[in-house]
């Protein structure tokens, strides 16, 4: 399991741990000091994540669409600095 820190212009912290294989996504687990409205949001994103490739703008597009389709609120993180933290992760893993 690769895991990654990344610090949000503004202050805040995203964390990602990410079993990569084959250049996807096998497990993921995010958490930081971020807010997402609402809260079980996160573990539906971690749901569809799963066998997305490592591809830094293909995952904030996937984020972004996620989020527009269940009407999440994400406070002090964006769908890209998810996806920057998830691929840091994954390539420490792979």
């Known amino acids: 399991?690769?895991?990654?820190?990344?610090?949000?212009?503004?202050?805040?912290?995203?964390?990602a741990t990410v079993k990569?294989?084959?250049g996807k996504i096998k497990e993921i687990?995010?958490?930081?000091?971020?807010?997402?409205?609402?809260?079980?949001f996160i573990e539906e994103l971690e749901k569809a994540l799963i066998g997305s490739p490592l591809h830094e703008s293909n995952l904030a597009k996937r984020i972004k669409a996620l989020a527009n389709e269940k009407n999440a609120t994400?406070?002090?993180v964006s769908p890209e600095d998810f996806a920057k933290c998830i691929v840091m992760a994954g390539e420490k893993d792979e």
């Open 74 to 76: 994400l406070l002090g």
């Open 20 to 22: 990569a294989e084959n």
């Open 1 to 15: 399991m690769g895991k990654a820190e990344y610090k949000v212009a503004g202050g805040k912290l995203v964390r």
């Open 29 to 40: 687990k995010l958490t930081g000091d971020f807010f997402i409205h609402p809260e079980d």
